[in-house]
């Protein structure tokens, strides 16, 4: 078996690695001739990071970035605090580092671990038959052909792989031409993801932690400025200065686009063996730094399900879950960075209450954690499929467990296997660890000490960190049952 990508961005990245890490051959094919130096995205939120520490590549990213523990949005004269310290994670912050820097980490997991990175490899068509996928490619030396068992578009919001699918991008374009900038300012900021809401427009501007600030600004007076105009110092200056009320200016800036902000997503994430992740699949406001984030938890999500594909032990109804997984995920995504926007750009009858409605959501406990898990990703969980049993913990996200094994002190991050999944048997013998070898080649089965959620002995865990079955004393029996149904027979 092996696998396509086009697309060489973080999604990409991610699936063409994981991929690689279990032995599936890749080829990445990436329109652009030169690698990115591009810090569109500026985010890591804590699932991300999770899902990085389960690849041992947490500590690299984390040592690149800057820990940002809240945010703090200043309108008019009231400042609003929505915290970011997650108990339940090891990440408590969101970490701004600049997109390059992430690529770059995964571009040399990828490469390491074999994968052919095509630059310069521009797709123009797509012919799906039974037995796999041809694409046409253009490249300085004419056309050729890459054939593959799948193909996976990550190729961006512009997607190619969409568009020759036919897949229809639903949704509709703001009227919102949005300004991005890396910039010094003269001024000191909290450290703190800082939207400045004002009558304007709005202002976000989280740090690096090197003196520079991420600028997203949206100006109600400079909406009609065409796409191609370039960002003038003046003109970003001119802008922070009415809408955070002349508390900032900007010295310099290193980088600075404008775009058309956009609310899309496909219809349908999978058609036969081309799929779609990332913002080939769901685009939306940059306000809530969603997307990449999104994009990169696609990548986990599909890439075990190629695995067990390629491995010969995927159920028949396994790849589906794909789709049925992550499409409401990206649907969330777009409604939650919806609902940010427009509570930034609001017409004036709502501006005028604003900065009462606003403090009082944000004051309950309930919205506030709901919007904390909502952003960072902690929140999401899969329903179950209706071909494996119902227990308590299915499809919730697993915490990196405190555990014992073999006499070590361990967490789940440090076990857990992106290709595989894993069982952790609690109970005193180890009897249903024993009971699972005969899957060894699919299943990472330990005896450890700890405790597990809801007062399970047992716990399934998914490649991608979401718990596939629990039990409470359950039978060898049983255990063997819900292997047999998530991975087949031994």
Do not use: C
């Amino acid at each position: 078996m092996s696998v396509i990508v086009v697309g060489a961005g973080p999604t990409g990245l991610m699936l063409a690695g994981d991929l690689a890490e279990a032995g599936v051959e890749v080829t990445v094919l990436e329109k652009r001739a030169e690698e990115s130096n591009l810090t569109r995205a500026f985010a890591l939120h804590a699932r991300t990071l999770e899902l990085f520490d389960m690849r041992g590549l947490a500590d690299e990213i984390v040592g690149q970035g800057y820990q940002i523990p809240e945010v703090r949005v200043a309108l008019g004269s009231r400042d609003l605090v929505l915290d970011l310290r997650h108990p339940e994670s090891r990440f408590p912050y969101v970490l701004t580092v600049q997109q390059a820097r992430t690529e770059s980490l995964l571009q040399r997991r990828a490469e390491r671990l074999g994968v052919r990175i095509q630059r310069g490899a521009e797709v123009t068509g797509i012919d799906q038959h039974e037995d796999g996928v041809t694409l046409t490619v253009r490249t300085a030396g004419g056309l050729h052909t890459e054939r593959g068992s799948y193909a996976v578009g990550t190729d961006g919001a512009h997607s190619t792989v969409r568009e020759r699918l036919g897949v229809r991008f639903s949704g509709r374009s703001y009227d919102t031409h949005i300004m991005l900038a890396d910039v010094r300012l003269e001024q000191d900021l909290p450290r703190a993801v800082n939207p400045f809401v004002g009558t304007d427009g709005v202002a976000l501007l989280p740090p690096y932690g090197d003196g520079w600030f991420r600028a997203t600004v949206w100006d109600r007076t400079r909406q009609g400025v065409p796409l191609d105009q370039p960002v003038s110092l003046d003109e970003l200056n001119d802008s922070l200065d009415r809408i955070t009320g002349g508390q900032l200016t900007a010295a310099e800036t290193r980088w600075s686009t404008r775009f058309l902000s956009e609310r899309r997503q496909a219809d349908h994430y999978r058609v036969g063996r081309v799929l779609l992740a990332g913002d080939a699949a769901h685009v939306h406001s940059p306000l809530g730094a969603m997307g990449m984030n999104t994009g990169i938890q696609d990548a986990a999500n599909l890439a075990w399900k190629l695995v067990a594909l390629e491995r010969g032990w995927a159920p028949p109804w396994l790849l589906d879950t794909y789709e049925a997984e992550r499409h409401p995920v990206g649907r969330a995504t777009l409604r939650i960075t919806d609902v940010i926007l427009r509570i930034a750009v609001a017409p004036a009858p709502i501006r005028a209450v604003r900065p009462f409605l606003a403090p009082a959501a944000l004051g309950l406990s309930k919205v506030s954690r709901t919007m904390r898990r909502l952003l960072s990703g902690l929140g999401v969980r899969y329903d179950r499929p209706v071909q494996v049993a119902d227990t308590v913990s299915v499809g919730q996200r697993v915490d990196d467990l405190p555990l014992m094994s073999e006499g070590e002190r361990t967490r789940f991050h440090e076990v857990a296997d992106p290709t595989r999944f894993t069982l952790l048997d609690a109970t005193e013998a180890g009897y249903l660890a024993e009971a699972a070898k005969p899957w060894a080649d699919r299943v990472r089965a330990l005896h450890v000490r700890g405790e597990l959620p809801e007062g399970a002995d047992v716990l399934l865990v998914r490649p991608d960190g979401y718990a596939a079955w629990s039990g409470e004393r359950p039978s060898a029996d049983q255990v063997r049952t819900a292997l047999n149904e998530w991975t087949g027979s031994p």
